[in-house]
């Protein structure tokens, strides 16, 4: 099974693709979509969608996962990454490939072991679980190689 993860922003949306093959997982290719504070929202998504689309084309992943909007204090923040969590919805569906959503409180109960990890916890476990050498940058696509690991745990399990 290959997996796109996507942590979705307006500003840097992540994305990390893994191959799942039972318990072995396997980093196929990670980075992130950025778009300038100074573009308006609608071409922003555009770039966004564009750049999703290709990496869909390119890797031919199997599943896409998306991590949940959860409450943010900040509405305005809150907006826009749900317009991102859109589009990645929007090119996963249109692919036809699987659409799986998670919370972040389970993606880090997935990877960590421990809903309440912090960020560094997270991309450690990322690190290792992918026997990599080096924590992957930026930190958005750190989070949605965590994503898509928390996928392969959860679709491991669902499989037993």
């Known amino acids: 099974m290959i997996i796109l993860g996507v942590d979705p922003g307006t500003a840097i949306t992540g994305y990390g693709l893994i191959e799942s093959d039972g318990d072995a997982l396997q980093m196929m290719d990670y980075g992130a979509i950025t778009t300038p504070a100074d573009w308006a929202m609608p071409r922003r998504l555009v770039q966004i969608y564009r750049e999703l689309t290709a990496l869909i084309a390119?890797?031919?992943p199997t599943d896409a996962v998306v991590e949940k909007l959860f409450f943010s204090k900040n509405v305005r923040t809150a907006l826009s990454v749900g317009q991102a969590r859109g589009v990645a919805l929007l090119v996963a569906a249109q692919a036809q490939i699987?659409?799986?959503e998670y919370t972040p409180?389970?993606?880090?109960q997935a990877v960590v072991g421990y809903g309440r990890a912090d960020k560094n916890q997270v991309q450690q476990m990322v690190k290792l679980l992918l026997q990599i050498d080096h924590?992957?940058?930026p930190d958005d696509a750190a989070d949605a190689l965590a994503v898509a690991i928390c996928?392969?745990?959860s679709a491991r399990y669902r499989n037993l």
């Open 98 to 100: 699987a659409i799986h």
């Open 58 to 60: 390119k890797h031919q």
């Open 135 to 137: 924590v992957p940058h």
């Open 151 to 153: 996928h392969a745990h």
């Open 105 to 108: 409180l389970e993606i880090k």
